[in-house]
């Protein structure tokens, strides 16, 4: 079976900021990594190892110094105009702070509807009845339509921000510490929330996270990455009896647990 | 122009400061008048320009309030239609400066690189020129005439509104929701003007309204070196420039209630701009 | 040793020094008051670490800003406060005997001056050997070197280590530590804790710590307290509240954390949200959550009662009906 996203040799760099000085500093180096078809595959490390640097990668957000990433085939560095839409559009990014990722001053509607309104060409009812249907999948009442982000809860702007990622019906989604802006007991309705989406719409989930605890919940298998590498693969099973590297036991040595 | 602050909130902060309150009274005034002037006189023929030399600089008195001019025309007429320039010369240059100083400034910040560079360059180079100098030579090369006043003084004001917007989107353009609209594959164009711009704005808003009586002002003198409208067009700039001959003989009224005018005007929009900066930024706000 | 103060053990360990009674905190927004914290009574003891767990918005941090003044002037604060068995106003009179650790440490330091110069600031000392002892005390090897380091240096584990030591500069009696983990990596996260649990047995410090995360609580606190809405739902040993919590609340926390052993299957999320400061609360403040709710719980507010040794909690279904 080939891989739905495949990451071969790649290599992310961060320009120096200041005029003149040609000083780059490589945020990912060298990585290689596939996820298939409806696995979940955790990455985990601490601040500073590139994990998001690594998603921003796979959305497009970054352009990679070196490398290919895949997505059923299809290279999506460089990819752009129609095919790059249609192709991106499979795959939706959520990011950490779910009320930072929301347009401050537009309704959350219009913040459901904008993805459809760049990628389909649905009327303008169309839209509105496909948002609606979102919106109640994610268990979110109609009056959150009609209000802005700050009037929201961090659970229930988490929801709005999976609404708009997922009214494209992408296969898969990257989620870059999408619960670590919220409370305990709202990360556990948005993990099996999460849970819930993937079982029921076969999606393919590539998590990025600081927390052990939830990489071990949902993942099928982990990757643990420490300054712009993998330093271990394993499925989450093994990883956790018998870790290989020295920086995933000293890891999994500091997690504190209740 | 999106939502500033909840009405009730604003309303309640608003009443706290008395003298902003009486800034934002007058300015309103001043628009008033401007737009009621024909029926707030009189003499309306006077205020449109049509002399009546019987009456030739008359003193302040009852049946002139604040005298008549060097034509006959009541001066009080002239103010009222005077209004109206200023009006038109303050919305249009600030409408003007802040439209093209948004795009350049929002496109700019937005990008960055070497669209940046290129547009912050062309911006910095009309920032070299003082102000004023640069808006008597726009206007001086495109003729005296209204509409000229507006577009030569906005080409002077512009850069200030580009600077300023460009910074605001400059730290925008880094916010995780803008990153997450540019994941979705969200246009640039639409990006910029729709999640951009709307939350870079309360700044330039405080900064135009205070801009409102500066543009009063600086249109006043250039009709007073004899770039503003054209007579008979009632303008205090140059009701100050024509009645100033007068003053030495005595006859002050003139330019004496046409510069009151002017001060009046300049300084209650300036203290506007306060009172909006107020209510806009949350930080005073709680205070 | 210059910074710190050994006191000997002796009978004052009874008298607890800080106490709080019924402490009140609102906020006089423009749209009616907010009551962050609703009424909290605590009490913390010299050499004993205390945490106090809660979600956003339960009023945690809010309570110890009040207590040190650093509340906007839209704040009314009531209630009561002893300071080693001396009354004391609740308007930030305890400024001078305890010393703050934020959650952010970059922010907590002043990135034009070095670790040096604001030691020195606020040690009021020039001494070399003295200012190089709190980095040392802090945990900060080869403390020569750093004290002409500026924070942008410090990696964020240093810069929380080098918080700690202009806290030790002030001589505190109190440490207030709101967060301190957060911040930081899981690496450093047990370091740093370790680090604050030494510091209390060297000087003897009572010590708060602030913890959304009940896993960093466990680590080092003897005592916790939870609060949920302004109030403090149970009080007890850390050991006791979180292996046998006695509030519905408590429990619903503990397991809505992901576990090793529940791997893959549903965790218990509580439903609805925290009530709003803006709202009247009768009853049972959690009630409207609550898996056991039943109409005592709406009718009457329940108080703390005793759910074992030392360990109380506000439920009415600990309490005997009457």
């Given amino acids: 079976m080939s891989p739905l996203l495949s990451i071969q040799g790649l290599q992310v760099e961060y320009r120096g900021r200041h005029r003149g000085s040609q000083r780059s500093v490589r945020a990912i180096e060298d990585l290689d990594l596939d996820v298939f078809s409806s696995e979940t595959v955790a990455v985990v490390g601490e601040s500073g190892a590139g994990k998001s640097t690594l998603a921003a990668a796979i959305v497009g957000l970054m352009h990679p110094a070196a490398g290919s990433i895949r997505f059923n085939g299809r290279e999506l560095i460089g990819l752009r105009g129609r095919p790059g839409r249609e192709t991106r559009r499979r795959v939706q990014m959520v990011a950490q702070n779910p009320l930072l990722s929301l347009s401050p001053r537009r309704l959350i509607a219009a913040q459901i509807e904008e993805p459809l309104r760049v990628h389909t060409s649905l009327s303008r009812a169309d839209r509105k009845h496909r948002a609606d249907e979102m919106l109640v999948a994610l268990g979110l009442s109609s009056a959150v339509r009609g209000r802005y982000p700050h009037e929201l809860s961090g659970g229930q702007a988490q929801r709005a921000v999976l609404a708009r990622a997922l009214v494209l019906e992408p296969s898969m989604i990257i989620f870059d510490e999408p619960t670590s802006a919220l409370d305990v007991s709202v990360q556990a309705g948005v993990l099996n929330l999460l849970q819930q989406l993937k079982t029921n719409r076969g999606l393919t989930y590539l998590f990025i996270t600081h927390d052990l605890a939830v990489a071990r919940h949902l993942a099928d298998r982990i990757a643990v990455m420490r300054a712009g590498e993998i330093v271990e693969q394993q499925p989450t099973q093994a990883l956790f009896a018998n870790p290989q590297h020295p920086y995933t036991r000293t890891l999994l040595d500091s997690s504190l647990t209740v | 122009m999106g939502r500033i602050a909840a009405p009730g909130g604003a309303v309640w902060h608003y009443r706290r400061s008395r003298l902003g309150m009486t800034a934002a009274i007058v300015a309103a005034a001043f628009v008033l008048v401007a737009l009621f002037a024909p029926w707030l006189t009189p003499y309306p023929d006077a205020g449109r320009g049509i002399p009546d030399l019987s009456i030739r600089l008359q003193a302040p008195g009852w049946s002139h309030w604040l005298g008549t001019d060097d034509l006959g025309r009541d001066v009080l007429a002239r103010l009222l239609f005077g209004a109206r320039t200023a009006l038109v010369v303050a919305f249009g240059v600030v409408a003007l400066s802040v439209a093209v100083g948004v795009v350049i400034g929002a496109v700019a910040g937005y990008f960055g690189r070497w669209v940046d560079e290129v547009l912050m360059r062309i911006t910095d180079t009309f920032l070299a020129f003082p102000p004023l100098l640069l808006a008597v030579l726009v206007a001086a090369a495109l003729g005296a005439s209204l509409r000229n006043t507006v577009i030569a003084v906005a080409v002077s004001w512009w850069p200030w509104y580009a600077r300023q917007v460009r910074s605001q989107v400059l730290s925008l353009r880094e916010r995780p929701y803008i990153k997450a609209l540019q994941a979705i594959g969200v246009p640039h164009r639409r990006i910029i003007a729709l999640h951009a711009v709307p939350n870079a704005m309360a700044p330039v808003w405080v900064q135009a309204t205070a801009d409102l009586g500066a543009a009063v002002l600086t249109a006043a003198g250039l009709s007073f070196v004899g770039l503003g409208p054209r007579p008979p067009t009632a303008d205090w700039g140059t009701m100050i420039s024509e009645g100033r001959q007068y003053v030495l003989s005595g006859q002050w009224w003139i330019a004496g209630f046409a510069g009151a005018a002017i001060v009046f005007v300049a300084m209650a929009f300036n203290l506007a701009g306060d009172v909006v900066r107020d209510v806009t930024d949350p930080k005073t706000r709680q205070n | ?322």
């Avoid at chain 3, 910074?3 to 609102?26: I, N």
């Avoid at chain 3, 009023?59 to 009040?66: D, E, I, Y």
């Avoid at chain 3, 207030?176 to 450093?188: G, K, N, Q, R, S």
Wanted: net charge negative.
């Fill in chain 3, 1 to 322: 040793m210059t910074a710190g103060h050994m006191d000997e053990p002796g009978p004052v360990d009874r008298t607890p020094l800080l106490e709080v009674e019924g402490l009140r905190v609102t906020f006089n927004a423009p749209t009616g008051p907010v009551r962050a914290v609703r009424s909290v009574s605590l009490q913390v003891k010299r050499g004993e670490i205390l945490g106090v767990a809660g979600e956003s918005g339960c009023g945690k941090s809010v309570l110890f800003r009040a207590l040190l003044g650093l509340l906007p002037i839209t704040a009314s604060v009531g209630g009561a406060m002893r300071f080693d068995g001396k009354p004391m106003g609740t308007d930030g009179a305890l400024q001078q005997a305890a010393a703050l650790i934020y959650q952010n440490p970059g922010a907590a330091l002043n990135p034009v001056f070095t670790i040096g110069q604001q030691l020195q600031f606020v040690a009021g000392t020039k001494d070399h050997a003295a200012l190089c002892d709190l980095l040392t005390q802090a945990g900060l090897s080869q403390p020569e070197q750093l004290l002409d380091a500026y924070p942008h240096e410090f990696s964020g584990g240093m810069s929380q280590r080098a918080v700690i030591a202009v806290a030790l500069a002030q001589q505190p009696r109190l440490l207030i530590a709101d967060e301190p983990t957060t911040a930081l990596d899981v690496t450093t996260q047990g370091l740093v804790l370790d680090l604050i649990a030494q510091l209390r047995d060297r000087h003897r410090l009572a010590v708060v710590l602030i913890s959304h995360d009940l896993a960093v609580i466990q680590r080092v606190c003897d005592r916790v307290i939870v609060l949920y809405a302004g109030q403090v739902v149970e009080t007890g040993a850390t050991s006791t509240v979180l292996t046998a919590p006695g509030h519905p609340y408590t429990r619903a926390l503990l397991e809505s954390v992901p576990r090793p052993e529940a791997v893959g299957e549903e965790l218990a999320s509580i439903p609805g949200l925290v009530p709003d400061g803006r709202q009247e609360i009768s009853g049972c403040a959690f009630a409207p959550r609550c898996p056991h709710t039943h109409d005592r719980c709406r009718a009457e507010r329940p108080a703390l009662v005793p759910a074992g040794a030392g360990h109380r909690a506000a439920c009415v279904l600990l309490a005997p009906s009457g």
